[in-house]
């Protein structure tokens, strides 16, 4: 209904007919306001580039270019914003929205030129008058936002339920909650430079927001064939340098990755990816190992019309991922629902064969006209101290390995863990169920060279280990397992001041005069892991090319020095889930290039 207020405001405006109007005699030389939107400044330091005052600019006023002095690195484009004065309406969109903070507006307006071209310029690149001016317009206040700065949080089972348990901790994005997370994402895309897969994030982020998971499903699979696993356990590089994070929590892109692959059921994949008609050629390839990049060279070989065979080590695939990731981070189903669509596609899996004992190198290079090896590294590394000979000091590998198998395994009442990155914290956490299980507490300590800030483990790892009762001690040196009596009695340590020398070099130093000594029955070493190349032998042997290290050298494409031969995984480029799914898409790439004779040597 109209009110008769409604009616006699406009009439208002003839009171202004009886005031003396305001004329501005100079207005070249008049004073703005403190926050009068005048022209542009951008702080180059802070800009990382990620285009969002291009993106909200509806009058096409601001472009992106590249500037001469500016380095691409992770987290910055190397490109800077470049305005337009002849379309800008100065609306000041583009510094609400910027996410570092680095645009602003000063209160600056005059600005006379006889050339147009001077009104386009780069701020910050291209000096001004005003470049040092701090009155302007600015982001109006910390409560002014246009994204939500905090994520949303991901429901966690408490401590109490999952700490005598293997059960998945993580639960999972409702269907509001993934859509409110990805309503978040400002679609830059520096989280595609640094992953190491280079999936397209924002564009499988964006089917979140549309509701259209099986279009997110198939953008995933150009890039990354394992979403499952990946989305469970990828160590989400990408999220560091998400523009969010700049000024509040990064966007959640692993959690926004599991869930699309969680909401696709598998049976519905073949339909989904287009994948019933592969058109199979003459060539055969071998792989050996079906951990991710073993997995990830297969799937796209497949796509490519390769016949594909596996020849995997032990009863079931996965690699590390499944015999060094305790199912309570990554569940063995969830392994297998990938696995089961490649194998879906026609690859073929031969388990418990050993390349080097069951079967030869040479015989599969005889059989196939190329072969692959991912390897991966299962063999633990120890620090050799005084007493690490021990039949109860153990490595980390071994005894995941074990647990996977559901094997029965040593247990005491009192372990000790040395380590300080994710597979100690994964052994950590396991032996700390399995002491709840056996007698009803948890007595586990962990310690390592590291300093709690630089420890390579996860944060949240952490966290949730000192969450479930174990005890984080870093910043200390094993120097002696004690023994006593031929029994374990604890672990000698002096506190660890320096990890790495002035050139970067791993050179611990400790001092001497602060140490002591950690009580315990049982010691796990998870200090890191090596590679068992036992089945290079002979000539073939003697045809690759090792670094000074002692470390494989391919090419581009992982293609070794024996031209048929490639390799890839975490015996190249250490472990990392996400690398060795982005190796395995090279791999077969370059592979395919082989084999169509276009690359036939390193």
């Not at 280079?198 to 964006?206: A, V």
């Not at 073949?270 to 592969?278: A, G, K, N």
């Not at 399995?434 to 299980?437: E, G, R, S």
């Not at 000539?539 to 290290?549: A, M, P």
């Given at each position: 209904?109209?009110?008769?207020?409604?009616?006699?405001?406009?009439?208002?405006?003839?009171?202004?007919?009886?005031k003396?109007?305001?004329t501005?005699?100079?207005?070249?030389?008049r004073?703005a306001?403190p926050?009068?939107?005048?022209?542009h400044?951008?702080?180059i330091e802070k800009?990382i580039?990620?285009?969002?005052c291009?993106?909200i600019?509806e009058?096409?006023?601001i472009?992106?270019?590249?500037?001469?002095t500016?380095?691409?690195t992770?987290?910055?484009s190397?490109?800077r914003?470049?305005?337009?004065?002849?379309?800008c309406?100065w609306?000041?969109?583009?510094?609400?929205?910027?996410?570092t903070?680095?645009?602003t507006?000063?209160?600056?307006?005059k600005?006379?030129?006889?050339?147009?071209?001077d009104?386009r310029y780069?701020?910050?690149?291209?000096?001004?008058?005003?470049d040092?001016?701090?009155?302007?317009w600015?982001?109006?206040a910390?409560n002014?936002?246009f994204n939500?700065?905090?994520r949303?949080?991901m429901?966690?089972?408490?401590?109490?339920?999952?700490?005598?348990?293997f059960?998945?901790?993580v639960?999972?994005f409702?269907?509001?909650?993934?859509?409110?997370?990805?309503?978040?994402?400002?679609?830059?895309?520096?989280?595609?430079a640094?992953?190491?897969a280079?999936?397209?994030?924002?564009?499988?982020?964006?089917?979140?927001?549309?509701?259209?998971l099986?279009?997110?499903?198939?953008?995933?699979?150009?890039?990354?064939?394992?979403?499952?696993?990946?989305?469970?356990?990828?160590t989400?590089k990408?999220?560091?340098?998400?523009?969010m994070g700049?000024?509040?929590?990064?966007?959640?892109?692993?959690?926004?990755k599991?869930?699309?692959?969680?909401?696709n059921p598998a049976?519905?994949f073949?339909?989904?990816?287009?994948?019933?008609?592969?058109d199979?050629?003459?060539k055969?390839?071998a792989i050996?190992g079906?951990?991710?990049?073993?997995?990830?060279?297969?799937?796209?070989?497949?796509?490519?019309?390769?016949?594909?065979?596996?020849?995997?080590e032990?009863?079931a695939?996965g690699?590390?991922?499944?015999?060094?990731?305790?199912?309570y981070?990554?569940?063995?189903?969830?392994?297998?629902?990938?696995?089961?669509?490649?194998?879906?596609?026609?690859?073929e899996?031969?388990?418990?064969?050993?390349?080097?004992?069951?079967?030869?190198?040479?015989?599969?290079?005889?059989?196939y006209?190329?072969?692959?090896?991912?390897?991966?590294?299962?063999?633990?590394r120890s620090?050799?101290v005084?007493g690490?000979?021990?039949?109860?000091?153990?490595m980390?590998?071994?005894l995941?390995?074990?647990?996977?198998?559901?094997?029965?395994?040593?247990v005491?009442n009192?372990?000790?863990?040395?380590?300080g990155?994710n597979?100690?914290m994964?052994i950590?956490?396991?032996?700390?169920r399995?002491?709840?299980?056996k007698?009803?507490?948890?007595?586990?300590l962990?310690?390592s060279?590291?300093?709690?800030?630089?420890?390579?483990?996860?944060r949240?790892?952490?966290?949730e280990?000192r969450?479930?009762?174990?005890?984080i001690?870093p910043?200390?040196?094993?120097?002696?397992?004690?023994?006593?009596n031929?029994?374990?009695?604890g672990l000698?340590?002096?506190?660890?001041i320096?990890?790495f020398?002035?050139?970067g070099?791993?050179n611990?130093?400790?001092?001497?005069?602060?140490?002591?000594?950690?009580?315990?029955d049982m010691?796990?070493?998870?200090?890191?892991?090596?590679a068992?190349?036992?089945?290079l032998?002979?000539?073939?042997?003697?045809?690759?090319?090792?670094?000074?290290?002692?470390?494989?050298e391919?090419g581009?494409y992982?293609q070794?020095?024996v031209?048929?031969?490639?390799?890839?995984?975490?015996?190249?480029?250490?472990?990392?889930?996400?690398?060795?799914i982005?190796?395995?898409?090279?791999?077969?790439?370059?592979i395919?290039?082989?084999?169509?004779g276009?690359?036939?040597?390193?």
């Open positions: 209904m109209i009110k008769l207020k409604d009616i006699l405001s406009p009439f208002t405006a003839w009171n202004n007919v009886f003396a109007p305001v501005i005699k100079d207005p070249l030389n004073e306001a926050r009068y939107r005048g022209f400044f951008n702080d800009c580039g990620c285009g969002a291009s993106m600019c009058n096409e006023a472009d992106m270019v590249e500037v001469a500016v380095e691409t992770d987290g910055d190397g490109l914003p470049r305005v337009d004065y002849g379309r309406c609306c000041a969109l583009c510094v609400d929205v910027c996410s903070e680095s645009l507006m000063t209160n600056e307006f600005w006379v030129s006889e050339d147009p071209e009104f780069i701020p910050g690149i291209d000096k001004k008058p005003w040092n001016k701090t009155e302007g600015k982001k109006p910390p002014y936002e939500e700065l905090e949303v949080n429901e966690l089972l408490e401590p109490e339920d999952r700490n005598d348990s059960v998945e901790i639960q999972g409702s269907k509001k909650q993934a859509e409110k997370e990805a309503d978040r994402c400002i679609d830059c895309g520096l989280c595609v640094t992953c190491p280079h999936m397209g994030i924002p564009e499988y982020i964006k089917t979140v927001r549309n509701d259209n099986e279009e997110g499903l198939r953008i995933m699979y150009e890039t990354n064939p394992l979403p499952e696993i990946c989305g469970r356990i990828c989400h990408c999220e560091t340098v998400c523009a700049h000024r509040g929590e990064p966007i959640s892109i692993r959690w926004l599991r869930y699309i692959a969680d909401q049976e519905e073949q339909r989904i990816l287009h994948s019933d008609d592969i199979t050629n003459d055969k390839v050996i079906s951990g991710a990049s073993g997995l990830s060279a297969a799937y796209y070989l497949r796509t490519l019309g390769y016949q594909v065979k596996i020849f995997e032990f009863e695939a690699g590390m991922m499944r015999y060094g990731i305790p199912s981070r990554l569940p063995y189903d969830q392994i297998d629902k990938d696995v089961n669509y490649i194998l879906a596609l026609g690859v899996i031969q388990y418990n064969t050993k390349v080097g004992k069951d079967v030869t190198l040479e015989e599969l290079h005889e059989e006209d190329a072969v692959f090896a991912g390897t991966g590294l299962h063999a633990g620090t050799k005084p690490s000979e021990h039949t109860h000091n153990y980390a590998a071994e995941l390995r074990k647990i996977t198998k559901g094997e029965e395994i040593h005491a009192r372990i000790i863990v040395i380590g990155g597979v100690a994964d950590t956490r396991s032996l700390a399995l002491q709840k299980q007698y009803g507490e948890v007595n586990i962990t310690t060279l590291e300093s709690e800030d630089i420890m390579p483990a996860d949240e790892e952490v966290v280990a969450e479930e009762g174990a005890t001690d910043g200390w040196g094993p120097q002696e397992i004690v023994i006593e031929d029994e374990i009695k000698r340590v002096q506190r660890c320096r990890v020398d002035e050139n070099r791993f611990p130093k400790f001092d001497e005069k602060d140490e002591k000594t950690f009580e315990g010691v796990v070493e998870a200090i890191g892991q090596g068992d190349l036992s089945y032998k002979g000539e073939i042997k003697d045809q690759l090319t090792f670094n000074k290290r002692g470390r494989l391919v581009e992982f070794s020095s031209p048929w031969l490639f390799f890839g995984g975490d015996i190249i480029q250490g472990p990392d889930v996400i690398h060795g982005a190796n395995g898409h090279k791999v077969a790439r370059g395919d290039k082989f084999l169509r276009e690359n036939k040597e390193k």
